[in-house]
């Protein structure tokens, strides 16, 4: 055998730096920890004087173990990676390149492995290895004990299983396997055996390779999934395709997939403008609550002006009240001293005495009237400041009580809007899938129905070769004296036979896979009609949600259907307060004729004031009642203030 040229020796030289780089691009410490790996270098003077035969002989089988669990690892995560890709990065437990994974991992976990002595037999168990993590790492203790926890793993296969798949949904497996690796010799020495798989160096190429999975969002049922079942095998089909095959189908999946951009684009640019129109809506709305709530606070600034006055005009009306009594005792005074004048003359003659003390009587009945008159209108002076106080506070109530429903209305819009952005996304990721679910459905439904028509040919083309089979041993019996002669024709037709038999075992092989693939397909239609479930929901909740949306627009216009009216309100007390603050109480001393019939007032007509423009009138002219704004009661008023009312209220 010849020496191994320049070539071999860069090829290995080549394996050695890569090693290197795979080492320090994982952990970049390693490269000063660890020493430069050790290739396997070959003599020249061992490879000229043995062959080739005799060097395979005497290959350790745990060096080759490694290398093909080496081998198959980077093509299962190569796999894994880009299927996930084309896929989505959510995987769930039925994701076949994810379950190979796994079923690849245990081997690698289980190369080497010392086993425990049993009553029965040897059991290999590496749950104990997956354990020591916890050592070092504080939350591998949180995955054991969930893991001890759950009631429908019996096993410590099924611990180790549910254990690996709780740390790949956490992204931290990666830095679980480095723990082992960095200190192998202090955890794993008492459990695997020299020529280990984790105990040489392709481990740091693993963990590197581990490391590229946190790219990858897995959701995992654990509690529903059977983990007790025995070890997977390996399906090296899925990795031993075709390159035209393969080329063909990415080119399909690629129009696939930018057919289904386009439609979710459109559909994404149409739910958008639905999004805006409603956003818009909604800003409207808010606009016209907002400026409703800006003439509220004008009218309850009018108002509280209107209150400053009304408080003046008490003052006022309180100096008024205060002067009356001051000229009221000064009348009493004089009719005092009168009195004690009258009562000296009232000597002289009895006659001028009584006219006199008539006179005064009179005099006092009519100040003790008047008295009782100003006191009764400051009473309901004091009883509308009360009412108009009571007013107030009202609206100031009701405004911040609207005030705060707005605020409430706007916290519920932005729920709305969250809630309708949450459920644009699901009924995205949902619609997504449902169209590359219904794809691969119509074509495995044309590739079931290919196979189908297939397999009816080969059936009938197998009933020919029976029919045929069954006349040429017709023949052969019927031409058994020319046997000798036929013997070349017997040869071939028995070939032919064992042809026909071989294609017959052959496409019985291929029916059950077809069977198979039929039965893949069943589960993926039942997937697919829980997804249009799951759909349906969606759309239920959806429409709950619109219904919530009215609910809450109709609230908007009750709302201002009650703002209006409190403007209307508004507006009646502005008016009312307009008219008081324009009526002036006519003096009795200055009148002497009704504003009306301009007749003179007698002892027989007496005077009477209007409670609504405070003008003074005769009985006649004044002989209406009606309930004013200042008076819950039905008061005194005049004609015209008694037309004038009906007219408003009639509008009303």
Known sequence: ?????????????????????????????????????????????????????????????????????????KL??????DSSISQGRMLDSDFVPLQQFFIVLEHVLRHALKPKKGILRDKRDFFVVLEQVERYEAEATEITNSVKEM?????????????????????????????????????LRDFYEDGGLLMEEESIVISGLLVGLNVIDCNLCIKEEDLDVPMGVIDFSLYMK????????????????????????????????????????????????????????????????????????????????????????KALQVAKTDLDVERETYETSRAGLDHIYNDTKKKLQEETQMRLDVEKELLLQISMKTEIEMAMKLLEKDIHEKQDTVVSLRKQLDDIKEINVEMYNKLQACESSLKYKTEMLLKIEEKSNGMALSIKEMEKRLQQQESDKLAAEETARNLGQQLAEKDLSRAALETDLKIEKDWRITLQKSVEKEKAT???????????????KKYAQLQEEQKELQIEYNEQSKALEELGSHLSRSKLKMEDLRESQQAMQEAQWADD????????????????????????????FCNECSDNKLPLASSAKSVRVCDSCHQLLLQRYSAK
């Not at 299962?76 to 990676?81: A, D, G, P, T």
């Not at 189908?249 to 559909?267: F, T």
């Open 518 to 532: 039929i039965s893949n397909l069943q589960a993926d239609l039942h997937r697919n009609r829980d997804i249009h």
């Open 151 to 187: 009631t429908n793993i019996k096993t410590t296969l099924g611990r180790a299983r549910a254990w690996l798949r709780l740390a790949m949904m956490q992204k931290k497996l990666a830095d679980y396997f480095k723990i082992l690796i960095d200190r192998r010799e202090e955890l």
């Open 76 to 81: 299962v995560v190569k796999e894994l990676i």
């Open 242 to 329: 075709e390159q035209n095959y393969d080329q063909y189908e990415d080119k399909n999946e690629g129009s696939e997939r930018m057919a289904a951009i386009l439609d979710q684009k459109n559909y994404l640019e149409e739910l958008n403008r639905h999004l805006n129109a409603t956003v818009s809506n909604l800003q409207q709305k808010l606009e016209v609550v907002e400026a409703s709530n800006t003439l509220m606070k004008e009218d309850m600034a009018i108002a509280q002006n209107n209150i400053i006055d009304l408080q003046s005009e008490l003052h006022r009306v309180t100096s008024q009240k205060d002067k009356l009594q001051q000229l009221h005792e």
């Open 1 to 73: 055998m010849a020496a191994p040229t320049k070539a071999a020796t860069c090829v290995s030289d080549h394996k050695r730096s890569n090693i290197q780089s795979n080492i320090t691009s994982f952990n970049p410490n390693l490269a000063e920890e660890w020493p430069p790996p050790i290739l396997a270098t070959v003599n020249t003077h061992e490879i000229r004087e043995t062959s080739r035969m005799s060097r395979w002989k005497r290959r350790d089988p745990l060096t080759i173990e490694r290398s093909n669990l080496l081998g198959i690892f």
């Open 589 to 616: 001393a200055l009148t002497t004729n009704c504003k009306l019939c301009d007749k003179i007032f007698s002892v027989g007509r007496r005077k009477h004031h209007c409670r609504n423009c405070g003008d003074i």
